[in-house]
């Protein structure tokens, strides 16, 4: 906890010193004059996300060890922050996935390409929106013939992009301006001062000592291992839950049929995979830890003791694209949604909900397979 509070607390210096976080500046920040925040303010503003969810997942799977008060304090405040970071992020990402899934369908480039995560602005998005529009000159976009299906979407994939691209560029603005105010407020403040204290001694739990006398408190002893196993055996009961024959097949049709349903609410099947993914998230930051607590003697040992388990990693990465397939597919049926426009449009954006749900499928189906791997440790 004390090595990730230090890295919060690195990346809050490169965020201040980049000097877009003061600004009004940023992806969608309004007007064609604004600039792109620089890279180093991205990747830092990426490190706090990824430090405070780090603190927040130990928090959650240690508490017992630490104070009470505390971490019932911290908890929520971490959790806030890094939602509130990676709203821009994910809607951007969204877009990119949605407007290359537009293009691989279609095969047409008459819709805006997918632009850069983290690092668009207005005056970008105007320019890429223009240089997409005609197609340069010796490109074989379109090399192949398109099929009847294929020209009847290609109708509609102009306006399915752009109409994408409005609803979620003009969301990832909204997400911006949040993301700045959270920055710039109190409250974060006051979560960075937390975290400051953290970085040089973990509020662990105490008791009084026997003696009434005794005015210093002493700390009880800190076994990680059983909280560790704990967390792992919530992960275990988690995906015994889950439907692993039925996702055992590239092409699940009856949780396709369920994932076409015209429900505007998000389908309850992708919800225990969602709950695995954060599960998943928490096992691996309570062996973070474990590594964390064995590195002096692994070093009086002289072993590295740094392992990776490959497993994990690729269970992870299949969860991660089950999330964000999910997420799209449902940002193309909400579009579809939209009153008043033209059947071709609305066409497109129902292959592309459905594409995005086969990719949910292909998710469950890549975990499956990994999930029921033997473990492996590389070095």
């Known amino acids: 906890m004390r090595a990730q509070a230090t890295e919060f607390l690195r990346a809050l210096r490169r965020h201040r010193e980049s000097g877009a976080g003061a600004g009004a ?6 007007g064609p004059g604004r600039t792109a925040p620089p890279a180093d303010d991205v990747d830092a503003v990426r490190a706090l996300r990824r430090a405070a969810r780090r603190i927040s997942g ?3 799977t240690f508490q017992p060890l630490l104070d009470a008060s505390w971490a019932e304090e911290m908890r929520p405040e971490l959790a806030w922050l890094s939602g509130t970071l990676a709203l821009e992020h994910a809607y951007a990402s ?9 293009h691989r369908l279609s095969g047409s480039s008459a819709f805006p390409a ?4 983290g690092r668009t602005t207005a005056a970008t998005t105007a320019t890429s929106t223009a240089t997409t529009a005609t197609v340069p000159t ?20 102009a306006k399915a992009g752009a109409l994408l691209d409005r609803q979620l560029t003009l969301a990832r603005t909204r997400a911006h301006s949040t993301a700045l ?3 710039g407020s109190s409250r974060f403040h006051a979560v960075a001062d937390k975290v400051a204290l953290l970085a040089s001694e973990v509020p662990l739990r105490v008791t009084a000592r026997p003696n009434r006398g005794a005015t210093a408190p002493e700390t009880t002893p800190c076994d990680l291992r059983p909280l560790a196993a704990a967390a792992e055996e919530r992960l275990a009961d988690a995906v015994t839950a889950l439907p692993l024959v039925a996702a055992g097949s590239p092409y699940n049709a009856q949780a396709l049929v369920h994932g076409l349903s015209p429900d505007p609410a998000p389908h309850p099947q992708d919800a225990p995979w969602h709950q695995v993914r954060l599960l998943l998230r928490l096992h691996r930051y309570a062996l973070e830890a474990l590594a964390g607590a064995d590195a002096a003697d692994a070093a009086d040992a002289g072993d ?8 994990l990693l690729a269970a992870g990465e299949a969860l991660d694209r089950h999330r964000d397939a999910s997420e799209a597919a449902a940002a193309a049926a909400q579009a579809a949604r939209t009153p008043r426009i033209a059947p071709a449009t609305a066409y ?3 292959v592309l909900h459905a594409d995005q749900r086969h990719e949910v499928e292909a998710a469950r189906y890549a975990f499956q397979h990994s999930w029921r791997k033997e473990p492996i440790r590389l070095p």
């Open 25 to 30: 500046s940023g992806p969608g920040a309004g």
């Open 58 to 60: 130990t928090l959650h």
């Open 94 to 102: 969204r877009l990119e996935r949605l407007l290359q899934a537009l």
């Open 114 to 117: 997918p632009r850069p995560v």
């Open 138 to 157: 010796g490109v074989p976009a379109r090399a192949r013939p398109a099929s009847p299906d294929r020209g009847s979407l290609t109708v509609g994939a």
């Open 181 to 183: 105010q959270a920055l």
């Open 304 to 311: 590295p003791g740094d392992v990776v388990d490959v497993r």
């Open 348 to 350: 497109a954006l129902g």
